[in-house]
């Protein structure tokens, strides 16, 4: 595991990889790169979304496979990566992912719809 890792995405991540990974030290490419926008994501909001279906985006199942497979590689503080067929039997954290048929993200409509 390396003790130092850049994190060049938004800084709001920094908190989350900070608290799973204390022993590691995350720091920021750019420390002035924030997304307001992400911001505007909270848990309240995602709940509404996940309960109520609103504000949901969804997209094609092959757009929704390889952007799930992004994002678990960029979260991915496990050496192992993510429990997924494509990175292996670890998971981020110690974590095990819900099936694919629970996620939000899963849906068969097409983009759009």
Same mark, same amino acid.
């Given at each position: 595991?390396?003790?130092?890792? =850049?994190?060049?995405?938004?800084?709001?991540?920094?908190?989350? =990889? !900070? /608290?799973? !990974?204390?022993?590691?030290?995350?720091?920021?490419?750019?420390?002035?790169?924030?997304?307001?926008?992400? /911001?505007? $994501?909270?848990?309240?909001? =995602?709940?509404?979304?996940?309960?109520?279906?609103?504000?949901?985006?969804?997209?094609?199942?092959?757009? +929704?496979? !390889?952007?799930? !497979?992004?994002?678990?590689?960029? $979260?991915?503080?496990?050496?192992?990566?993510?429990?997924?067929?494509?990175? @292996?039997? +670890?998971?981020?954290?110690? =974590?095990?992912?819900?099936?694919?048929?629970?996620?939000?993200?899963?849906?068969?409509?097409?983009? @759009? +719809?």
């Amino acid at each position: 595991t390396a003790a130092e890792v =850049l994190v060049a995405t938004e800084t709001g991540m920094l908190h989350q =990889l !900070r /608290k799973a !990974r204390p022993s590691v030290s995350f720091e920021p490419v750019n420390p002035h790169a924030t997304c307001h926008y992400m /911001k505007m $994501i909270t848990a309240a909001a =995602l709940e509404r979304c996940l309960v109520t279906g609103q504000t949901e985006v969804r997209v094609e199942p092959s757009v +929704a496979a !390889r952007a799930r !497979r992004a994002v678990e590689a960029m $979260i991915a503080t496990d050496p192992a990566g993510p429990a997924d067929p494509v990175f @292996g039997a +670890a998971s981020p954290a110690g =974590l095990t992912p819900p099936p694919a048929s629970a996620s939000p993200w899963a849906s068969s409509a097409p983009a @759009g +719809a």
